[in-house]
């Protein structure tokens, strides 16, 4: 009995500090935020590095998703002879959903993933206190500008991810049901309306933000060496998932 | 030699500029392809220790399934939510959302959103851990005390995720089965018993949900693996190895979900 409650509450107080950290991190960040105190070049180079070598795995994941979407409700469409309602069923639970929610999957496993391996390096083989010995802040040179890069270009790459991922499964609609893009398009734009698409780009803004802090909070955290980095990025992905899910879990509540 | 002459002319850089997306992915395909024929056979050159293989599904299986569940619970929830409330606004009636709704856990999501949590989960974790052992040598101790690092670190790994990824996908099922059948009566009065409808399943849903979680069991290990055992330089390496892992098993996954679920519509729905 005594070592279950010891269990909760190990795992709880575990929890509460991880929470705590990130919650300390954000608010830092805000705060050099507001009027921006942050390194300009580095921001350049993150955001190239965030978003354009993000492009070609978005856009991939995004054609797959689409087509995968329109597989899925092409069946159910057959079934009951609606082929108007195809673009609707899968534009919907694309542009909505699965889109934002497949897109910040991926963008946690390239980008979040690649941050914390990266500051969690640099944490490692104490670049980071060399940093604080030269004056140089490592929050305004180095978690301000990767969480500025991050969180656009989720957003922007989300943008991106919609269109194609309709294209993807115009294309497999065209291909495995004969349904023409012209009535896939014409279902879309009858049934779908403009806050569907902005309810998913909320969506894709939060999880930037979600995916920022907890890879930079994992990256910033890090001890022991090769083992640590490979830990913490371990963890870092694990902790972007969940938090994912729960934030998607929320803003549907929230904003139905 | 001036700076100008050092860099290649145009028609190369073009040329490179084609390549390139070609090339690398197409040697990365080879690598994974490599150590997938290494594991299976390795798997059945020589006996499998069994001990191990226990080992690992404790830390695959049991040590995933609280973040599976978590996972799983607010999925099913997001989604009867979500299509509930197009379902009342187009169709507006209820009656088969709980039909449809058990029809999309087995085909689509209760196997791939399992499988890209342990892709995350399993997958770095492998990944981490052979990477971290490629950089502090202890793999080439392995090779020099004449035992084959796949069959030592990899079989064990991959028998054990193949079986806990058709385990934690039921379990991923049932989960998001029951969250979806509390969100359906809690926020549209579905009572329990309507919403229970297994009529519109059919054996072809069994089967690709078998075979989706089966093909990203193989494929999980294999990619985790070969992202780790191609590992070097120090801790930065091991960070690289971790990220390409999460990355190319994601790829995988969506691919071969695109790929099944075609082949099931192709051979079951239609």
Not at chain 1, 69 to 78: E, F, K, N, S, Y
Not at chain 1, 106 to 123: D, I, Y
Not at chain 2, 8 to 22: K, M, N
Not at chain 2, 58 to 66: L, T
Request: charged share 10%.
């Amino acid at each position: 009995m005594r070592r279950i409650l010891g269990m909760i509450g190990t795992a709880f107080m575990g929890a509460a500090h991880e929470v705590g950290g990130m919650l300390i991190l954000t608010g830092q960040v805000l705060r050099y935020l507001v009027p921006p105190r942050l390194d300009p070049m580095e921001t350049w180079r993150n955001l190239y590095k965030v978003g354009v070598k993000s492009f070609p795995i978005v856009v991939v994941t995004a054609l797959l998703v689409g087509a995968i979407m329109v597989i899925q409700t092409g069946q159910m469409v057959a079934e009951f002879d609606a082929f108007g309602l195809l673009g609707w069923g899968a534009g919907f639970a694309t542009l909505r959903e699965v889109g934002p929610v497949m897109i910040g999957l991926m963008f946690s496993g390239r980008v979040g993933a690649n941050n914390t391996a990266e500051l969690g390096t640099m944490k490692v083989t104490e670049q980071v206190d060399a940093l604080r010995a030269l004056a140089i802040n490592p929050i305004t040179y180095l978690i301000v500008p990767r969480f500025v890069a991050i969180v656009s270009m989720m957003f922007l790459l989300t943008v991106i991810g919609n269109l194609t991922a309709l294209l993807g499964g115009a294309a497999t609609a065209q291909a495995l049901l004969g349904v023409n893009p012209q009535l896939f398009y014409a279902s879309i734009a009858e049934y779908l309306e403009l806050a569907d698409l902005m309810n998913g780009l909320v969506k894709a803004w939060f999880f930037g933000v979600a995916i920022a802090v907890v890879s930079c909070y994992f990256g910033m955290s890090t001890t022991g060496g090769a083992v640590g980095v490979g830990r913490s990025v371990n963890n870092s992905v694990v902790a972007s998932a969940v938090s994912i899910f729960v934030i998607d879990y929320l803003l549907t509540w929230i904003m139905k | 030699m001036t700076e100008a002459s050092a860099r290649p002319r145009f028609g190369t850089r073009l040329l490179a500029a084609i390549g390139e997306p070609i090339v690398l992915p197409g040697r990365e395909v080879v690598a994974i392809a490599r150590v997938l024929w290494l594991t299976i056979y390795y798997a059945f050159a020589d006996r499998i220790r069994w001990r191990e293989v226990l080992r690992q599904c404790y830390e695959i299986g049991n040590r995933s399934v609280f973040f599976i569940s978590v996972v799983l619970g607010f999925l099913g929830m997001i989604l009867i939510y979500q299509s509930g409330f197009q379902a009342q606004r187009i169709v507006g009636d209820l009656q088969l959302l709980g039909a449809l709704y058990v029809q999309m856990l087995f085909r689509e999501f209760a196997p791939t959103i399992t499988a890209l949590m342990l892709a995350t989960r399993v997958g770095t974790g492998i990944a981490a851990e052979i990477g971290s052992m490629v950089v502090t040598e202890q793999v080439d101790a392995l090779r020099m005390s004449n035992a084959e690092p796949v069959q030592y670190l990899v079989v064990p790994r991959f028998i054990a995720t193949v079986l806990m990824t058709v385990v934690l996908s039921c379990v991923s099922l049932v989960v998001a089965y029951f969250a979806g059948m509390f969100a359906g009566a809690a926020f549209f009065d579905i009572n329990p018993r309507t919403f229970f409808n297994p009529t519109l399943l059919i054996w072809g849903d069994l089967y690709i949900f078998l075979m989706k979680s089966f093909a990203y069991g193989i494929a999980i290990p294999v990619i985790a693996a070969e992202a780790g055992l191609s590992a070097f330089g120090g801790s930065e390496g091991v960070g690289w190895a971790t990220t390409k892992s999460v990355v190319n098993a994601s790829l995988a996954i969506t691919f071969l979900d695109f790929l099944l679920s075609g082949v099931g519509y192709v051979f079951f729905f239609s």
